[in-house]
Structure formats: C-alpha cells, structure tokens
C-alpha cells in the first residue's frame, strides 16, 4: 500500500510547487490521511492539462459515468482540482500540494494532520526555489503609497479587487491551523480573497462566501487595521490575495528565520526612513512582520536586507517618519502576466519543465 503513495509523492513533486521527501517520511503520513489507495491511483492518472471525465475513462479502463463520480468526489475533498465549464461536463486535472491541495482542506483539519503539516512545512518551502519564483508576492496597504508614485495596476490591492466580479472570502488555513494547535493570535481568520475561478471552485466545495466589492475592499482596510500582510499569487492577473501574519503564515514564518527575507518575497517597495521627525514611539515595531526595524537611540531604523515592503509601517507611523519607495530596476521583481506563466517559471525553477516531460503530459492526456 505504501507503494501507491510513494508514486503519488513523486507525481506530485513533478508539480511546480514541488513535494519533497524527507528521511522521517511526514510527507507520506500526509497523504495517507488524505487520500484513499483508490483516490491515490486515480490521481496518478491525471496531469496539468484539464480532461473530461470521458478522456480518462478511457486511460484508466472504467465505465464513463463511474470516473465522472470518482473524480467529482476527490474533487470535491479537495484532492484535485476541477474547471466548471458553461457547456459540458465538468474538466478535473492534477494540482499541487501547496499552494493548492493543502489550503482546500482549512475545513477538514484535525490535530494530527496540523502537527504533520506543520514538522512538514519547513522541507515543503525551498527558500532557493522562491528566490527564483515564488508563488506569492506582496504589495502594499494602498494608505502607505504616497500619491505622487506611479504604481501599476497589479501592485494595488483596491484596483486588483475592483478588476473582478467574482469575488470570494474564505477562512485562513494558517490561522485555523494553528489555532487548532493551541497556538497562533487573534487576527481576523475570514480573511483570504478568491477570484473568478477558484471562486467557482472555492464555493462548491463549501470552503467560502461569496461577497461583492465593498465588503472585499472592507477586508483590505480590516487587513491594514490587523496588521497583516498583502500576499496576492505571483502573478499580473491573480486568483487569490492571502493577508497573512508572521506568527501563522508558513510563508512568512519561514521567511522570517532567513536573514535575509528582501531577497526572497518578490516585493517592488522597500521602506524608507526619515530619522529627523522620528519620536521614538516604536509603534511601527510592533506591525512589522519581518523584524526589519528596531530602535537605536530612540530613533527607528530599518533592516532593508529584512524589509519584505508591505507598508504596515508606513499606514500607522504618526510622524510620518516612514515611507515606501520603489527599489532600484536592477531590483525590481518580474511578475509574470498569468498564473500559468508564474506556474511555468516555478516549473523550469525546480528543474521540472523539460521538453520531453511536457510531450509526456500530453501524450497521457489524449489516450
């Protein structure tokens, strides 16, 4: 048995955001709570590519309307993923584990999956492979831009709101987690917007509500007031805003043990200091997520090697004494213009985007 769970591991390590192994075998146990043996042979039969349920019958020798249920059941716990389409059946493909699989689960959590995933976290984020391609970036609360900056559409939360209609508000697996573990802060937990799509999905499956604008927009300055962190998906054209914390988030827990996390969250903004008006009143120490400021001689001053640019300084500071300005071109983060292509960069980040490996892909869709 353990075997079909092994080859699940490594299917889904061929995945963008990676699935790797480790010597106690959390990866594994993982799984097992999640996927059937049956569910765990029907996943390694799909790919990247969406296919009607007719397509993988086929490849897998069953009856048409017996896959069409199987799938539609793992799609409905979360185990793959699944594209509503206007006419037609439902089209089902492979998804990664994070971000992806994992955060389908934030209303199927118990004890012993929260402590699984939580030894696991620190293997499953490769510090090295987000330098290269991380899956989200961050923006700033739009309070802390100063108007006279050009800032372009996709790095404003408000107008990456008001581009969608389909809109929805989903609870934070981070903070629900960590909550279930005794842990964590009291940060609001209905806080992770979803789009179009993954709205579509989101809803289906019972994991969120649908809102309009407004109350979306509402959850941008609650995120603000709250002191949480912008992370939209890496990407012009996103699915998601996640507003994380640095005591839950396993991103940004992550991040913050590097001494260096400016170098690996992909951020245009870093802070800028002012130490002439600065009254030492250290409210800005407590909203920064990263520990890039601190207080010497009552004056603040700033880590920029730490400084990830999300502006929860900058939105409180009563002086004025801090400002977000845009880092140098040689630095500025390439955002890529879909999701696809942000896929695609972490793919070929990690070694798993080969002209072979996508003919294969191919090639087990159409039989």
């Known amino acids: 048995m353990d075997d079909i769970y092994k080859k699940l591991a490594k299917h889904l390590d061929d995945m963008p955001g990676g699935f790797p192994s480790t010597a106690s075998g959390v990866e594994l146990r993982i799984l097992r709570r999640l996927f059937t043996p049956e569910e765990a042979a029907l996943a390694l039969s799909l790919t990247l590519l969406p296919e009607e349920p007719a397509h993988v019958a086929r490849r897998i020798h069953l009856p048409v309307e017996e896959t069409a249920r199987r799938l539609e059941e793992m799609a409905s716990k979360g185990l793959i993923y699944r594209i509503q389409q206007k006419d037609g059946p439902?089209?089902?493909?492979?998804?990664?584990?994070?971000?992806?699989?994992?955060?389908?689960?934030?209303?199927?959590?118990?004890?012993?999956?929260?402590?699984?995933?939580g030894e696991y976290i620190p293997r499953l984020l490769n510090v090295e492979t987000w330098k290269k391609a991380p899956?989200?970036?961050?923006?700033?609360?739009?309070?802390?831009?100063?108007?006279?900056?050009k800032v372009m559409s996709y790095e404003s939360a408000e107008e990456l709101v008001r581009s969608h209609r389909r809109i929805l508000v989903a609870p934070c697996i981070c903070r629900r987690e960590k909550r279930?573990?005794?842990?964590?802060?009291?940060?609001?937990?209905?806080?992770c917007l979803v789009f179009g799509q993954g709205a579509d999905y989101y809803l289906k499956n019972g994991l969120g509500r649908l809102i309009d604008q407004e109350e979306a927009l509402n959850i941008l300055k609650e995120a603000d007031r709250a002191g949480l962190v912008l992370s939209p998906s890496n990407s012009q054209m996103i699915s998601n805003i996640c507003c994380c914390c640095g005591c839950c988030c396993g991103v940004l827990r992550t991040m913050k043990k590097h001494p260096e996390p400016a170098k690996i969250i992909s951020s245009p903004f870093r802070v800028s200091v002012n130490v002439e008006t600065c009254d030492g009143c250290g409210t800005c120490l407590d909203r920064c997520q990263m520990g890039a400021l601190r207080l010497d001689d009552g004056k603040v001053v700033a880590d920029l090697a730490r400084c990830i640019g999300c502006g929860l300084c900058v939105s409180?500071?009563?002086?004025?004494?801090?400002?977000?300005?845009?880092?140098?071109?040689?630095?500025?983060?390439?955002?890529?213009?879909?999701m696809m292509k942000s896929y695609l960069k972490l793919a070929r980040a990690r070694g798993k985007l080969k002209p072979?490996?996508?003919?294969?892909?191919?090639?087990?869709?159409r039989l």
């Not at 439902?90 to 402590?115: C, K, M, T």
């Not at 279930?180 to 806080?191: F, K, M, T, V």
């Not at 072979?356 to 869709?365: N, P, Q």
């Open 180 to 191: 279930l573990a005794g842990e964590g802060c009291d940060r609001p937990e209905e806080s």
């Open 316 to 338: 409180t500071c009563p002086t004025k004494t801090l400002s977000l300005v845009r880092k140098p071109s040689s630095e500025q983060p390439d955002v890529p213009e879909t």
């Open 90 to 117: 439902p089209r089902y493909l492979a998804w990664q584990f994070a971000i992806g699989i994992w955060e389908f689960h934030v209303n199927s959590l118990d004890p012993d999956l929260v402590r699984d995933m």
């Open 135 to 149: 899956q989200l970036r961050t923006i700033p609360v739009s309070q802390s831009i100063p108007v006279e900056h």
């Open 356 to 365: 072979a490996r996508l003919l294969s892909m191919w090639l087990k869709s």
